[in-house]
């Protein structure tokens, strides 16, 4: 199957500074990427939908000038947190489309100090 | 954001023991997807079923599609420890809206005792 990677694996940061997760198709060309978020004890909850070439679309509810979205190449996507908060603490996942199907990374634990 | 109904929220079973979960919504999907996910981990598709009424089968794991395509339901026979994990239903292609996007459900926690 499709492989998709992302990193880091982890993250730990300082409650203002930015963090930028990276997810990379690794055998797969994904004009297609999405960003998920999942708390604690909960479902993924969709952020965004990543076009590569073109804007991302959001979900309603998520700040676009606070997780921005850059899908440069059919094979990376990249998602920063800017001056991130206590409140920002998740599971973030990024998933790549492919032949109709979504392939998941394994997502990047970010815990905001 | 939306969000499938998923039941049981929790099983604690015994090794061996056969496990039902299923899903509710009130949209119609184009096309069910069962999910696995390990602590730490993303998910993994298990199962994807594309019409209604489908049954489909991988080794211990079957799931329906339901008849109204606002359902579905997966079952494992002869759990084994290594079945532990959530377990998350997920809508694709919702009527009305964008064919891509994946709507996931509550998830189901098993614990499987030996």
């Known amino acids: 199957g499709a492989v998709v990677s992302q990193h880091p694996s982890r993250v730990i940061c300082k409650s203002g500074t930015s963090v930028k997760i990276e997810c990379r198709s690794l055998d797969f060309q994904a004009t297609t990427m999405f960003w998920y978020r999942q708390f604690p004890k909960q479902s993924l909850m969709l952020m965004a939908t990543?076009?590569?070439?073109?804007?991302?679309?959001?979900e309603q509810g998520v700040e676009k000038d606070k997780f921005l979205i850059n899908h440069a190449s059919l094979t990376l996507s990249t998602l920063t947190v800017t001056s991130a908060h206590p409140e920002d603490s998740s599971f973030y996942i990024c998933?790549?489309?492919?032949?109709?199907?979504?392939?998941f990374g394994p997502g990047t634990r970010l815990t905001v100090t | 954001g939306q969000q499938l109904n998923q039941s049981p929220q929790s099983m604690f079973i015994q090794e061996g023991e056969d496990v039902s979960m299923n899903c509710t919504s009130s949209?119609?999907?184009?096309?069910w997807l069962w999910y696995k996910q390990d602590p730490g981990e993303g998910p993994v598709l298990l199962i994807a079923?594309?019409?209604?009424?489908e049954l489909t089968s991988n080794g211990r794991l079957t799931a329906q599609f339901g008849i109204t395509r606002k359902d579905s339901f997966l079952n494992i026979s002869a759990s084994i420890p290594s079945d532990v994990g959530i377990y998350f239903c997920a809508g694709l292609g919702i009527k009305g809206g964008a064919t891509n996007k994946l709507i996931f459900g509550t998830g189901t926690l098993l614990a499987v005792q030996p």
């Open positions: 079923l594309y019409k209604a009424g």
């Open positions: 998933s790549g489309l492919a032949s109709y199907e979504q392939y």
């Open positions: 949209s119609i999907f184009n096309t």
């Open positions: 990543s076009n590569e070439g073109s804007k991302a679309t959001y």
